[in-house]
C-alpha cells in the first residue's frame, strides 16, 4: 500500500504510513511470535541505509516528512559494550533558529516512530524534536532490554544536540509519557542541562506493580527479558524507583496524569512530596 502511494505522488500519505510500520514490527514481534522476540533482529546503528523492514520503512519516511526529519547517530556504553543507536531530529520548517528542542522518551514496548502526531503539533510551534529507543524500546530491544539508568541515554542524547547550531542548547526540555514520564523525571533529576521537564502519566516508583493487569506484566516481563514473571516483578520493582533522586529536581516540572490510568494517580503526590525543589 505504501509504495502504491508513494507511486501515485501521494508523499504525505505514504510517509504517514511509513512511520507506522517499524511500530507494528515491534509489537507483532512480542504479540504474535513471543518465542523469537529476543533474539533475531539485529538494530541498524544508522538509518541513512536500513535494511530490515522496520528501519527500512523509517528510512524511507524520513526525506518526505514535513518538515523533514534528519537521522544521526550516537553511541552509549552501557549493558553490552558500546551500544549505537540511531535518533530522529526534525526542526521546524518555519522561523530560523536555534530553536528550543524537546526530547522525546516513549513508553513501555515503545518505538521513537510512535511520537510522529506528537512531533508535529510541537514542530509546529517552532520547537524542535529528537526521539531515540531506549533499553528495551525499539531498535534497541534486542541488545540492551530495560535498564534502570535510562538517563545515560538520554544524557548522550543532549550531548549530540547541544552541539548543533540549529539546536539552542540553553533551552532543552525532557518529554515523556507513561514509562517515559518516569524516564523524563529521572533525566531531568540527573542531567541538569534540561530547562524543563513534563512527566505525561509517569511514576516515581512501580510498588503497585502487583495491580498491574495481565497484559502489562507480560509487557514488563518481555522488556526486562525476564525468564518468570517473579523475576519481572523483582527487576521492575528494583529498577524503576526514582525516588531517591526527586531530591535533585530543581526545573519547573509539569506532571500530567489520568484518574484511570493504570499508574494510580498517588504517584502524583508522591512526586510533589519528594521533588522539593522542583518550580
Not at 504525505?12 to 514490527?25: C, E, G, K, N, Q
Not at 524534536?129 to 548522550?156: H, I, K, N
Request: hydrophobic residues 35%.
Amino acid at each position: 500500500m505504501v509504495r502504491a502511494l508513494d507511486a501515485d505522488g501521494c508523499q504525505l500519505r505514504a510517509t504517514r504510513r511509513d512511520s507506522r510500520v517499524p511500530w507494528a514490527h515491534h509489537q507483532r514481534r512480542r504479540v504474535f511470535r513471543p518465542g523469537l522476540a529476543r533474539c533475531a533482529v539485529r538494530p541498524v546503528p544508522v538509518v541513512r541505509r536500513p535494511t530490515s523492514s522496520r528501519t527500512g520503512a523509517q528510512g524511507r519516511a524520513l526525506p518526505p516528512r514535513s518538515p523533514a526529519a534528519e537521522p544521526a547517530g550516537g553511541s552509549v556504553r552501557g549493558h553490552r559494550g558500546r551500544c549505537h543507536r540511531p535518533w530522529l531530529r526534525p526542526n521546524p520548517s518555519t522561523g530560523e533558529g536555534p530553536f528550543p528542542t524537546a526530547v522525546l522518551l516513549g513508553g513501555l514496548e515503545s518505538t521513537k516512530e510512535e511520537s510522529y502526531q506528537f512531533e508535529q503539533q510541537l514542530l509546529a510551534r517552532g520547537i524542535a524534536t529528537v526521539t531515540f529507543d531506549g533499553p528495551g524500546q525499539g531498535e534497541m530491544f534486542p541488545e540492551v532490554p530495560l535498564r534502570g539508568d535510562y538517563e545515560r541515554y538520554t544524557s548522550a542524547v543532549v550531548d549530540y544536540a547541544e552541539k548543533l547550531p540549529e539546536i539552542d542548547s540553553s533551552r532543552i526540555a525532557v518529554v515523556g509519557r507513561s514509562l517515559g514520564g518516569h524516564y523524563a523525571l529521572r533525566s531531568a533529576a540527573l542531567d541538569d542541562r534540561f530547562i524543563a521537564c513534563i512527566s505525561w502519566g509517569g511514576f516515581a516508583d512501580m510498588d503497585s506493580y502487583d495491580e498491574e493487569t495481565p497484559m502489562t506484566k507480560e509487557s514488563w516481563k518481555y522488556v526486562t527479558a525476564s525468564s518468570t514473571d517473579e523475576e519481572s516483578r523483582e527487576r521492575v520493582m528494583t529498577l524503576m524507583d526514582v525516588r531517591s533522586e526527586l531530591h535533585k529536581l530543581r526545573v519547573p516540572t509539569y506532571i500530567q496524569h489520568g484518574m484511570h490510568d493504570e499508574v494510580p494517580v498517588s504517584e502524583v503526590e508522591v512526586v510533589k512530596q519528594l521533588a522539593v525543589d522542583a518550580p
